[in-house]
Structures are given as structure tokens and as C-alpha cells.
């Protein structure tokens, strides 16, 4: 996924998609729209959301709606089986400029990734990119334009048939909302290292981008939280011995100068802004190893020195470091208040999408 060329397409393939039109009641409604303050983070929902529906092995055309529920059969799939994906991805604004997205191929790949996994229909690339691209343009004027913040888009696909026998469903939607937002931890973590529990399995979800996977993580985050914690770092389900991500968010180490993230294993989300970081810092010369990081090990290099960083990366957050790393067997780290490898990534990612850095990837899809 590192580069614009994603399954031998290009985002200026889609310059000229045929885009839905906004009815005029709905236009109304986004120009009476107004941003709270403090925005937050997809706190606030766009009066704007997208969706198709795929009936009889086929899409159906496109449409802008009013944002409001949705309504379902009490026996739908989504409801009973968890038969639903999604994906997170951001529109940027900043300095009132035409908006443009970040990789959205990237996220595309990996959303029928996920379809596959669950039984679901692929998405065509051009449903997808209408959906996103046309809900983005009918509420640019209500995307927020300061550095930092953006219009969070939420991809999503959900099982819509009503029976309850266990199969996949025939007949599925798919939806874009959105939210202008700011980033959604802005600040050094707290991290509680999870010694029993397990997010995913091999073999199982972990590597795609869906609902449950983040429902089997709220317990261990509800106890980090009670203790003081921003957020808990899984293990590998097998051994509960080496690095895999925090709860929505993949992880970098510094050691001895190198930029170590684990490999991926079949549990862990391939992040697109992990992605990114692992081509830009590459591109500086940084030396990159994708490979196991032992928990043990790791408490050990922090104590010495030799790991002077670690940070975590995702689109909602795009780089935290880490304050603190902790676990219930005693071990407790306090890291260096300077990060000059993450805050350097972050610099670079962020100029990139907000427009201000030279995109040398392609990587801006201007709306």
C-alpha cells in the first residue's frame, strides 16, 4: 500500500466520477449547519450521509440523504452475527483550501479485505469513491479549516437480510457519514500492557477492519481507564509475549536508533497511516524493521536507554507518543518527554495531508 497505485488504479482514475446530486432541502440544512466549539472528536455528525444498497448480486445507484437512523429489521444479520466493516479516513480543509483526502484507495483495499472476510460483497471502486467523494463536496463549507482538524469520514457496510439462521446476508448497505473533528488524542499516552486478555487470533479478524474487534477490547480498555490509563497494548494471543497494536492503534519503537514496528502477523490491522510512516521515514533513511518486539525485552531496553522512543499511529489519532508503560506484574516506565523521531513522522505525515509538504507519494486526492 505504499504508494497512490493501489489493484492498478489511480486516484486521478476518479477526477471525473459521476457524483450524486444534493437535493435542494438537504443543501439548506448544511448551509444552516454550525460547528460546535469545542468540536471534538466524532462527536458532532454532518446533516449529510451516503448510501447504496446491493440486492440481487447487484449495487443499486448511489444517494445523498438526510443524516438520521436507519431503519432495520429487528433480525438483520448486523444485529445477530456482527456482520459489518467499516473504515476511518479524513477530508483535509486547512486554510480554507479545496479539500482533499488522504489515500483513499489505500482504504478501499482494505474495506473489501474485510468484505471478503466476512462473507460480504465487494465494493466497486467507484461506489466507494462516489460515496466518499461526493458526501466530502456536498459539505466542504462545513469542513473546519485549522491545522489539526478535519472531517473524519466513516465507511461502513452492514448484513441487512432478517432471518436468524447462520449464513452470510444476500443483501447488504453501505453507508458514508462523517464528522468534522478534531484529532482524537492529542497529547503523550498512557499505556497499560494487557498480560491475559486477547483483541484477536490468528487466523480470525484481527487483520481486518471490523465491529467486533473492537467490542473485545472495551473490557481491558475499561480497567486501563479506571487506572489511570489512556490505552491498553495486546500481545500476540498465543504466547502473550510479543508487541501486536494498542486497542486502535498500531506501534513504533526507537531502538538503538532503528524504527522497529511489529510485522504483521494475521492479527494485527495493516494501518494505512502505519503504512505511511514506514515509507516516509524510509524515504529519510531511517533505518525500518518490521519484526517481533518482546514485551519483556522492550521493558528492559527502556530501563537501559537503548529504546528511547515509542509511539503509536492511526488515522484518528495520526501519532502519539507514549508516556508511560505499565503492567500488572509491577513493571512501570516512564519515557522521555522528547520524541524527536515521532514528532518528526507526525510533522511530515501532517504537512503532507493538510497541503503545507511536498506529497513526493501522491498520496493527497484533491475533492
Known sequence: MSSAIVSGLNVEDFADIALCEISAALASQVRQFTLPQPLGFGAVMAPVMYRARYRDGVWGQGELLPYGPISLDPAAKVLHYSQ?????????????????????????QRFNDSA????????????FMQGVLALTRSITEIIPT??????????FMIGVDANLSLGASKANDF?????????????????????????AAIGGTGNVKVGANYAAALASSNRAFADGFDQTLWLDPKEHRYIEELSGMNVFAVVNGNLITPQLSGSILPGI???????????????????RI?????????RSGDCSEVFACGTAATVSAF?????????YVELNSVHPIAERVRTGLVDIQEGRGCDEFGWRQIV
Not at 485549522?146 to 465507511?155: H, I, K, N, T
Open 84 to 108: 459489518e466493516i467499516f473504515e476511518g479516513m479524513k477530508a483535509y480543509r486547512v486554510g480554507g483550501r479545496q479539500p482533499a483526502l488522504f489515500r483513499p484507495l489505500a482504504n478501499w
Open 146 to 155: 485549522q491545522p489539526g482538524q478535519s472531517l473524519y469520514l466513516r465507511p
Open 294 to 302: 518482546d514485551i519483556n525485552e522492550l521493558f528492559q531496553q527502556l
Open 273 to 291: 497511516t502505519r503504512d505511511s510512516i514506514i515509507a516516509l521515514a524510509q524515504h529519510w533513511g531511517i533505518n525500518v524493521l518490521q519484526q
Open 175 to 199: 453507508y458514508v457519514i462523517a464528522s468534522p473533528s478534531e484529532i482524537y488524542h492529542n497529547g503523550d499516552l498512557r499505556v497499560f500492557v494487557e498480560r491475559a486478555g486477547s483483541r
Open 116 to 127: 471478503r472476510r466476512l462473507c460480504m460483497p465487494e465494493l466497486p471502486s467507484d461506489v
Open 323 to 331: 508516556s508511560c508503560l505499565a503492567d500488572a506484574a509491577g513493571n
